[in-house]
């Protein structure tokens, strides 16, 4: 009897481990789902290749393969549980916070509602750095910065957060965001000013900022003409299909031109690159179909393009490195300087005709017997020093405040605020925290 009691408890142990491990397993596979941003029916297929996998491999299993719970309200619940577990870890984090900052962003999906992404990141007094997505708020009314500041109180108060604990605020540039008077940015300043607490940092998104200083060049006497030839190529099937079938003939080097979708900030500079390499190919293409555009020949056009193939190159570069990941507003004001420099350094370059940072326009100088105009590639690189300077003067403000925080022990004093100086000080005379 005994030993019956013993096998029963056995049984019942593993069945329940079994159970234990075939939940935990699905919500694994949720959570890739969740990760990857797959459909909830996803489920069903993993399921069934999962059990193809399964027949084949380990027979005896099949069973337990299929006892694994992926239909699509289960995925559904699972994924709620995730968020609402995930949420409830950033809860708890947000409670040892000393101080915070916020990054919002603002748009309007397929349904034409409006989605507001509300970012924080929070530093506790071990500076463990906590940095998550703490609410998607749907707004299917007005989105003033009225609005838009009262969904973000909301979420500090789900969380728990206190309006003298913001140290920043990013923004994009729409003016309901930026605005200093009814903006967002203007609301948050008279909620700090009404309770007396001292101003916080409000920087507009530096990577939109650096993608805009490209759009406001007036690049359109070349743009338009290489938009137009893409179009009449990519715009018609046949036309695309020959012209596919002639880069395969000829066996050149690429095998297709890309679209311009002028929303993403780096296709300009790869449509650009495409679109010079395959230039004769284009010429020779759009003869043949009697769209013979004059401009493919012009070496003046032609070396403006060049150019703009380089200095875009340039800036899809800078865009990448604004990009990386755990960047903080030193290092991506670093950057911003860095490619300031570089524009110093291209226009005292080209004034002395020396092009050894452009090696399309280069290549394409030294292919031609006649001298190039370099004015359109001088304004180009003035009106770029132009844009950085006035797009980035926020920073350039706060630039005391930001090299404090990159590096206190390489700070004047002078330009530190008074309440901070002593206390700095100290910190600049500790031995020990400088050999850290």
Known sequence: MKRGLETQRNLFKRKFAENESVTRTSYKIVHKMADRGKPFT??????????????????????????????????????????????????????NFLWYSLALDESTDLSSTSQLLVFIRGVNSDFQITEELASICSMHGTTTGKDIFMEVQKTLQDYNLQWNQLRGVTVDGGKNMAGGRKGLVGEIRTQLKDLQIPGALFIHCIIHQQALCGKDLDISCVLKPVVSAVNFIRGHALN?????????????DFCDLPYYPAVRWLSCGKVLFRFYKLRKEIDVFLTEKDRADPQLSDPIWLSKLSFLVDITSHMNELNLKLQGKDNLVCDLYRIIKGFRRKLSLFEAQLEGENFSHFHCFREFCASIAEDVNLDFTKKIIRDLKKHFLERFSDLNRSESDILLFQNPFDCNLDDVPVEQQLELIDLQENDLLKEK
């Open 42 to 95: 996803d489920g069903n297929f993993i399921k069934a290749c999962m059990m193809e996998a399964a027949n084949d491999l380990c027979p005896e299993k099949a069973d337990l393969f299929g006892s694994i719970s992926l239909s699509t309200s289960s995925v559904v619940r699972r994924t709620e549980k995730l968020g609402e577990n995930i949420e409830l870890q950033i809860r708890e984090k947000a409670r």
């Open 240 to 252: 695309h299909r020959q012209f596919q079938a002639f880069l395969e003939e000829i066996d050149s």
